[in-house]
């Protein structure tokens, strides 16, 4: 990642329809884009295809490309449809049924027959270890060596290919896992071994044998597919791959084969890395990242120049909005929220006699009624486009004719139910759809303390234009960015993500008797284990920004708040300061602090950040030339208003200077964009359309 | 003025999501981990009449039917026009809500945006003490099972009430654990009143009433409608339960007539001299609970599901208890009236019921001990048996009717100086059946610390395993053991010593349906996980192809494979 005379970088997202790719020219800020169709056999091949035709085009040398970084929905996806290894996981004796058991609740106690996610390892591929450690860290029954021989051959012998250890309290002493895994490793060294205490050092069996059982489950696809990848580029001539985390940050090849989990959820992830890099160019740090596609609409909090991070995830949903319907995720993930379900959601009159719209999306095939293949069912898109948002003969930059009496019958049968015209179902369901995306936002926004009112928001995706202005006057945010290059703008992200590793430390202590001095030497040894994956990488230590941050909570608390604390208050070993800042977190949080109870810190966590990569963006603002004025067709605006004949422009010949004011509608090869009454548009330095909006009286 | 299906949907959805929030906040800054492990809380958003409106999908179907219930009864006490702003209402009176008392309700008045009184927070939580003698089961009188906070203001604009608070901490062995969570009470009710008034005013919702009203009267119409699509008749059945003074029975009568379903429980045995007895308010909040499993389960849950269902239950009888009975084990009755309903109905939807639950009724235990830094600690962990299998679905080992996590036993050991040697499912112990009842499953918790730890609870099913329905069969019973020997007794109580271990093998939910309509992949996918063993496929199931290297006995080569 370091400065070299090699001005290129490369940016790969694999998604799961399209692998996009963007090559970057770190001097000039020129910028190339590629997409090309996944190749979900050997999602390498794309990748080095792709590769292939930008360096071609672009008359690029393979060796003067500094990095190339890639994000990938491999991980989710092998977890969502099951297609991993065949793996085993070992637990302490008498906790085989951790995974079948989970939690043992319902996430819907109305639900008879509920449906709960499958455990990743089965009840027979999991094994018992006679060995015990106690919660505070002694050892009661030392592990029983020829046990686990035994258990290794075995494994060899039926031919596992992945194991996950987690074994009880294992993050407060591991030394027991790294046992085991020495005994795996000579027994069966062709074994992948995921262990608890790496993976994921936090108390609750349940969540941390979960997660260690997916690591172990994808290891060895992603570590194949990670290798085919880097042994094609090499033969490109390319050196210096790297990989996204879900995190926002930049993960080493090693570090994404060992923990692949820490993938999950890095195509999304750079689209919110691309938003906020779009925020920090244009001196916009706070926003919202907004992204509504075919299936799927997400949306991402971006605060100071960063997306926000969760640690509350949870991944293969059987029902998609159920919260606890999916298998927890306790790691720090780019906390993105899935706001709605897409161009492609279902609606329906439900038995209270009331529009609902999705979760069921029709997908891609059939897709909605007006794609013409097959779909019955009205969807988001069928209504915009008999709305007037969509135009039929210009889908796809015209590649693809839409139905538009097929949409109105089916919109018009679902009205039908509803005592509603077609026309007024399909407003419904662009109603219900905006106010339920801007909702989800809301909500999220306000647990997350933060105030959208007057927020810019950068939207993308197919559907996110056409979406963007009615969520934006729900939530009054001021102004609306829709970049250029839509398709590869997640592709961007990537190339401003950060190398950024973390770790963290349990060291449960009251606050007001915490050893500082051992907190120093704590925060002394993690930082040093940092270090060299930086200097490895390339990248000065004294370039590195450090950050602390400590989960605190009331003493008997089962939960911590996480305080973000300057590195001084560690060093002076001020423990009032840490008090006063949980207390401030505490209060905004929950309205109220419990007078008198002993405050508690339970994890210390250190993250180190290279510097951002240096980063000269020049989009091409030359407009093509010729009026860009296309013609104007009905649009209904609402329900009071009914349709109204609004101008239609093609966004490509818009010309710097230009002021356009709403209704309006700005069509572009893979999206359309909506400027509605009372807003304007303009263009930005980077060529992005930017909607400011004022109120309409 | 009413809102169209659009408007009306979509302020519906954000008010459940503010429930959602609410729950959160309260399981986050929750001190006992029978609430924030546990989940044995409860949250529902009111309208100003103490009418339930919007709720989270997860809770505990009691508190959600109890809730509304103590609410309209506090407002009795303090009428509207007494409160005001930063008040917070309290009780755990069991007669008035919850049946027992360790759940306390708080009430918060929600002041819409212009200072009127629009909306009312309720929350419920099952406190990590309330006093009295820790003996479940052997209590006579309510006297003995704790303190019995009246009807009182726990918090006036905004400041707690001292001499409220001083009373209760006086009274329980953990006072840290539940001043704690009552202040977490608090904090969750905060959190639904900002979210409420928010609401409001970016909305521009001028009147709650009106709008719970329409919420309300949508969901009692798709209520009705589903009742008048089910057949009209009447429909009895009984269930018998493990008492300590011999068998309970439940007698129910379930009359669907019209849009109304009313159901009776007369005949149902006497109130009798142990804790196992049940309140009306509760004894309506498990009746109305599968009803609308059954009847309308996606729709959300509010006042209109209750309103077309009425409960009678003759004063005097185990449902229906005059006080000053001992209520501590109400659950132990109230549980069992979901199976009764499901009995009682297996004809009339075969294609809806469950089988009866293995983890009906909820087993709390109770350890009450010295930790490792020298203070008190009362640990209540539910574990579950099997759930009933249902249609198209086995059971799992999953709370019902209930609805109780397991406390984790690294949470257990941290907490305390207990040891969770053992959590493992029992094999053969789900009841046959098309679809398989969920398995039981066997704790072993041993006491490492050097003085005597009191471990309490009651266990049900020993003698009435959770039955199949439709051709179903019964799951496998309740077996209860100290240091490996076995108790024969329903109800336990004794000191563990130092080293001792108490073993509880929790029971297999029923099965539904004939076994021999069994998938064979199923049938063959349990043996291989070894939740059946062969020997029982072959005799419930006729099932005979022995699987390819299938080891001789799966359990014991799990321990590393040393056979």
Redesign the interface.
């Known amino acids: 990642m370091s400065e070299r005379v090699q001005p290129y970088r490369v940016g790969v997202d694999i998604g799961g329809t399209f692998t996009d790719l963007v090559l970057l020219n770190n001097q000039s800020g020129a910028l190339a884009v590629e997409k090309l169709l996944t190749t979900p056999d050997d999602p390498a091949r794309a990748v080095q295809d792709g590769t292939r035709r930008l360096l071609e085009r672009t008359g690029t040398r393979p060796e003067s490309i500094a990095d190339i970084i890639h994000a990938t929905t491999l991980v989710s996806n092998a977890l969502i449809e099951r297609k991993g290894a065949k793996t085993a996981l070992l637990v302490t004796?008498?906790?085989?049924?951790?995974l079948?058991?989970a939690?043992?609740?319902?996430?819907?106690?109305?639900?008879?027959?509920?449906?709960?996610p499958e455990p990743v390892v089965?009840?027979?591929r999991?094994?018992?270890?006679?060995e015990r450690i106690?919660?505070?860290g002694e050892v009661?029954v030392p592990p029983?060596e020829?046990?686990?021989r035994?258990?290794a051959r075995?494994l060899r012998r039926e031919r596992y290919e992945a194991v996950a250890v987690c074994l009880?309290?294992a993050y407060r002493n591991p030394d027991h896992e790294r046992r085991v895994a020495a005994l795996l490793r000579t027994e069966a060294p062709d074994l992948f071994i995921s262990l608890s205490s790496e993976v994921l050092a936090q108390?609750?069996?349940?969540e941390r044998a979960c997660l260690t059982a997916m690591n172990a489950f994808v290891q060895p696809v992603v570590k194949g597919y990670l290798a085919r990848l880097e042994a094609d580029l090499a033969a490109l001539g390319f050196r210096g791959s790297y990989y996204m985390g879900s995190q926002g940050g930049i993960l080493t090849p090693e570090a994404a084969a060992q923990f692949p989990v820490r993938l999950l959820e890095s195509g999304p992830a750079a689209g919110a890395l691309a938003a906020a890099l779009y925020g920090r160019l244009i001196g916009c740090p706070d926003l919202l990242s907004f992204d509504m596609g075919g299936t799927t609409a997400k949306a991402c909090l971006v605060r100071g120049g960063a997306p926000l991070i969760t640690t509350d995830f949870e991944v293969a949903r059987v029902k998609r909005f159920?919260?606890?319907s999916g298998l927890p995720v306790r790691l720090p993930i780019v906390d993105m929220i899935e706001i709605g379900a897409g161009g492609g959601s279902l609606a329906r009159a439900?038995?209270?006699?009331?529009?609902?719209v999705g979760p069921e999306s029709a997908g891609a095939d059939p897709g909605p009624v007006c794609y013409g293949r097959g779909g019955t069912e009205p969807t988001v898109t069928d209504a915009d486009l008999l709305l007037g948002y969509l135009n039929a003969a210009y889908f796809l930059g015209g590649e693809m004719a839409l139905d538009a009496a097929g949409a109105e019958t089916a919109l018009g049968d679902l009205g039908a139910r509803?005592g509603l015209s077609a026309v007024r179902a399909a407003w419904?369901i662009h109603?219900?759809v905006t106010?339920?995306m801007a909702?989800?936002l809301?909500?999220h926004a306000?647990?997350k303390g933060v105030n959208y009112r007057g927020m810019t928001m950068v939207a993308f995706g197919g559907a996110g234009p056409v979406h963007a202005y009615r969520i934006a006057r729900i939530l009054g945010l001021a102004r609306v960015i829709f970049p250029r290059a839509v398709g590869a703008f997640s592709a961007l992200g990537l190339l401003s993500a950060r190398l950024a590793f973390d770790l963290s430390t349990s060291y449960v202590t009251d606050l007001a008797s915490a050893d500082m001095d051992r907190v120093h030497d704590l925060y002394r040894d993690m930082f040093g284990q940092l270090e060299p994956l930086f200097t490895k990488a390339g990248v000065a230590w004294n370039l590195v920004e450090r950050r602390i941050s400590v989960d605190m909570r009331?003493?008997?608390?089962?939960?911590e708040?996480t305080v973000p604390v300057p590195e001084v208050y560690l060093e002076d070993g001020n423990r009032a300061a840490l008090a006063e800042a949980f207390d401030a977190v505490y209060q905004a949080?929950?309205?109220?602090l419990?007078a008198g109870?002993p405050v508690e810190a339970v994890t210390w966590r250190a993250a180190a950040l290279a510097p951002p990569p240096r980063f000269n963006l020049r989009m091409e603002t030359g407009a093509a030339t010729g009026d860009a004025i296309k013609g104007s067709r009905p649009v209904y605006l609402r329900e009071d208003q009914g349709s109204v004949e609004v101008p239609v422009l093609d966004r490509y010949r818009l010309q710097p200077g230009v002021r356009i004011e709403g209704p309006v509608i700005l069509e572009e090869r893979e999206s359309t964009i909506y400027i509605g009454p009372g807003a304007w548009a303009t263009l930005d330095e980077l060529g992005g359309v930017v909607m400011t909006l004022c109120e309409v009286s | 003025m009413g809102h169209d299906?659009?408007a009306?949907?979509?302020l519906w959805?954000?008010l459940i999501?503010i429930t959602?929030?609410t729950s959160a906040?309260l399981?986050?800054?929750?001190?006992?981990?029978v609430v924030?492990?546990g989940?044995d809380y409860a949250v529902v958003l009111m309208d100003a009449r103490g009418n339930s409106v919007a709720q989270p999908?997860?809770?505990?179907?009691s508190f959600l039917g109890t809730l509304p219930i103590t609410a309209r009864h506090l407002l009795r006490r303090f009428p509207p026009e007494t409160l005001r702003p930063g008040d917070s209402l309290v009780t755990n009176d069991p007669w008035l809500g919850t049946g027992h008392l360790p759940d306390l309700t708080i009430v918060t008045p929600i002041f819409g945006p212009r200072g009127e009184l629009v909306a009312l927070a309720g929350v419920i939580a099952h406190m990590a003490d309330i006093g009295g003698i820790i003996d479940y089961g052997g209590t006579r009188e309510v006297y003995e099972e704790g303190i019995r906070i009246p009807m009182v203001r726990l918090a006036r604009e905004g400041s707690l009430d001292e001499t409220v608070l001083e009373f209760i901490r006086n009274n329980v062995r953990v006072p840290?654990?539940v001043?704690?969570d009552i202040?977490a009470m608090?904090?969750a009710n905060?959190?639904a009143s900002?979210?409420v008034r928010?609401l409001m005013i970016?909305e521009r919702i001028e009147d709650f009433t009106a709008l719970a009203d329409e919420i309300l009267s949508?969901?009692e119409?798709?209520m009705r409608e589903?009742i008048r699509a089910a057949p009209a008749g009447v429909y009895a059945s009984e269930v018998s339960l493990d008492g300590l003074e011999g068998s309970i029975t439940l007698r129910v009568r379930v009359e669907i007539a019209g849009d109304t379903i009313h159901v009776d429980f007369a005949g149902s045995s006497p109130q009798n001299h142990s804790s196992l007895n049940s309140v009306i308010s509760y004894t309506y909040a498990y009746t109305a609970?599968p009803l609308?499993?059954?009847l309308?389960?996606?729709?959300p849950?509010n006042e209109g599901c209750y309103r077309p269902i009425t409960v009678a239950a003759p004063e005097g009888c185990v449902l229906n208890a005059k006080p000053p009975a001992a209520v501590m084990n109400r659950n132990q009755v109230g549980h069992f009236i979901p199976a009764a309903i499901f009995s009682a109905l297996a004809e009339v939807f075969p294609d809806?019921?469950?089988a009866h639950s293995g983890s009906t009724p909820v087993t709390l235990e109770a350890f009450a001990g010295t930790g490792?830094d020298g203070s008190p600690y009362v640990l209540l962990v539910g574990?579950?048996g099997g759930s009933g299998a249902?249609?198209?679905?086995d059971g799992?080992?999953?709370?019902?009717?209930s609805?109780?996590?397991?406390t984790?036993?690294?949470?257990i050991?941290?907490?305390t100086p207990l040891?969770?040697?053992?959590?493992?499912?029992i094999p053969d112990s789900g009841g046959p059946g098309k679809f398989r009842g969920g398995p039981g499953?066997r704790i072993?918790i041993r006491n490492?610390a050097n003085t005597p730890v009191l471990h309490n609870l009651v266990v049900n099913r020993l003698n009435h395993p959770a039955q199949g329905l439709l051709g179903g069969r019964p799951g496998r019973p309740n077996r209860l053991f100290l240091n490996g020997r076995p108790l024969r007794q329903t109800r336990s109580r004794l000191a563990l010593r130092p080293g001792d271990a108490i073993t509880v093998e929790y029971p297999g939910g029923g099965g539904l349906y004939p076994p021999a309509d069994r998938d064979r992949d199923r049938v063959e996918r349990d043996v291989?996980?070894?939740?059946v063993t062969p020997r029982a496929a072959a005799l419930e199931y006729q099932w005979e192809r022995p699987l390819k290297a299938m080891p001789a006995r799966?359990p014991r080569a799990?321990?590393?494979?040393?056979r």
């Open positions: 004796a008498g906790f085989r049924d951790v079948q058991c939690r043992e609740s319902r996430y819907n106690v109305y639900d008879l027959a509920l449906e709960v089965p009840r027979h999991t094994f018992e270890i006679p106690l919660a505070t009661r029983d020829g046990a686990v035994r258990l075995r009880l309290h108390a609750r069996e349940f159920m919260r606890g439900d038995a209270l006699g009331l529009l609902s509803l419904g109603e219900v106010a339920n909702e989800a809301r909500v306000v647990e009331y003493k008997r608390q089962g939960f708040v949080s929950y309205g109220r419990v109870a | 299906p659009i009306l949907r979509i959805d954000k999501s959602q929030e906040a399981v986050r800054t929750a001190f006992s981990s924030r492990e989940n999908w997860h809770c505990p179907p840290e654990d001043v704690g202040n608090l904090a905060w959190v900002e979210r928010q970016e949508r969901t119409g798709a589903a609970y609308k499993c059954l309308n389960p996606s729709i849950n809806r019921v469950m490792r574990f579950n249902a249609p198209g679905r799992r080992t999953s709370c019902f009717p609805n109780m996590s397991n984790p036993a690294e949470v050991e941290l907490t040891l969770v040697e053992e959590k493992v499912l499953q072993t490492l291989r996980d070894g939740l799966l799990q321990q590393g494979g040393q």
